[in-house]
Every structure is written in structure tokens, then in C-alpha cells.
């Protein structure tokens, strides 16, 4: 399956969110649901009873890009401002740390989660992935889950 905007929310959303690459089977599932819709489906996957503190530094932790405390209060207070859209505010610093590859401060955290993107596409795009390997990524990522 060629790489879509689709199939980067969905390899996006579970590392930020969980850590690890899903399944070929949630992959494939996941990519049919963000093909009818991509705001829902990224607003959906973002559990509404997580404080947006919480989801702050999940989601920095889970991209490489912590401890930086100033990084973690504008993340939690976009997440305040944008209480619905949640899950596209993920997307779109994806998108911004995607690109900040040569940046002195955040590019070394960028070519990490560029390269733990590809590894979980590769991964989850394939046929045979029934289990989900953990991402490496620093720092030490939460336990893979089925």
C-alpha cells in the first residue's frame, strides 16, 4: 500500500498516542476509517477524559521531544484552546517536527521520528504484521500493546 495522507495520520496517531506500530489488520482498519473522514477520525482516536496536561506529555514523550518544559505548557495549552481537535493538533506538530530536520534545537528529535515513522509504516503496511513492535525512539517507550 502506497504512503497517503491516510496512512500517515494513522501510523502518526498510534505512535504519538501508544508507542508502537499497529497490526497490519488495525492499520488496514484504521486507514479505511481515515479515509471516510481524517479530522473525526484523528479527533476520535484522543481519549476526551485525559487532561490536556496529560495528553501533553504523552505526546511529547512519545515523539522524542521531552523533558522541555516550555514545549509541554504550549502544548497544553493548545490542546486547552482546541478541546475538539485535539488529535488534529497532534497531526499538524507531526507535520511541523517532520520538517524540522536540520533545526539545531529539534532536528535530531525530527530525523528520529522520521525514521520510526518509516520503520512503523513498513511494519504495519506489511501483510504479515500481526504484532506491534515498540518504536525506537528516546526515550524509553511504554510497553507494545496488541
Not at 485525559?50 to 514545549?71: E, F, R
Not at 493548545?78 to 497532534?90: D, P
Request: charged share 5%.
Amino acid at each position: 500500500m502506497p504512503a497517503t495522507v491516510y496512512t500517515s495520520a494513522v501510523i502518526t496517531l498510534n505512535a504519538a498516542l501508544y508507542g508502537y506500530a499497529p497490526s497490519n489488520t488495525v492499520f488496514n482498519t484504521e486507514v479505511a476509517t481515515a479515509a471516510m473522514g481524517i479530522n473525526a477520525y484523528a479527533n476520535g482516536k484522543v481519549s476526551s477524559s485525559m487532561s490536556d496536561a496529560d495528553l501533553s506529555a504523552l505526546v511529547l514523550g512519545n515523539m522524542g521531544l521531552l523533558p522541555n518544559a516550555d514545549l509541554n505548557t504550549a502544548l497544553t495549552q493548545v490542546f486547552a484552546l482546541n478541546s475538539t481537535a485535539r488529535g488534529q493538533v497532534i497531526l499538524n506538530l507531526a507535520s511541523l517536527l517532520s520538517g524540522l530536520t536540520s533545526d539545531a534545537t529539534y532536528g535530531v528529535a525530527a530525523n528520529t521520528w522520521n525514521a520510526a515513522s518509516a520503520q512503523a509504516y513498513a511494519y504495519s503496511s506489511a501483510g504479515a504484521a500481526s504484532w506491534c513492535p515498540c518504536l525506537s525512539r528516546p526515550p524509553a517507550l511504554p510497553s507494545c500493546k496488541p
